[in-house]
Nanobody, 125 residues
Framework: EVQLVESGGGLVQPGGSLRLSCVAS????????MNWVRQAPGKGLEWVSG????????NYVDSVKGRFTISRDNAKKTLYLQMNSLKPEDTAVYYC??????????????????WGQGTQVTVSS
């Protein structure tokens, strides 16, 4: 059974930092692109970042470039998202997901690939 389990979310003040983790099981994570996708209250899914299987290629949505860093440790079967300089508009549920592909790119829909249960990130003073 495929499982993606996120952790690390929480309440943080603007300008603060959080590190999200996603532990994978039930498939060979090292073969595939992994992504972080978020959903803000009342809004649709927004792809945030992706990383290729080896970790050498990363991509980000413009709104988080320079603030967020995606990484992976295939030996630990874990995906990370380091989030710095957080803003209120970063408030969302963050999901770890894979489409079982070798290239970064969508579409990102809940009925495509595998998804974690999500972790809530709230940025507020």
């Amino acid at each position: 059974e495929v499982q993606l389990v996120e952790s690390g979310g929480g309440l943080v003040q603007p300008g603060g930092s959080l590190r999200l983790s996603c532990v994978a099981s039930g498939f060979t994570i090292s073969r595939y692109v992994m992504n972080w996708v978020r959903q803000a209250p009342g809004k649709g899914l927004e792809w945030v970042s992706g990383i290729n299987s080896g970790g050498g290629t990363t991509n980000y949505v413009d709104s988080v470039k320079g603030r967020f860093t995606i990484s992976r440790d295939n030996a630990k079967k874990t995906l990370y998202l380091q989030m710095n300089s957080l803003k209120p508009e970063d408030t969302a549920v963050y999901y770890c997901t894979t489409r079982y592909t070798s290239t970064i790119g969508g579409p990102y829909r809940r009925d495509v690939g595998s998804w974690g249960q999500g972790t809530q990130v709230t940025v507020s003073s």
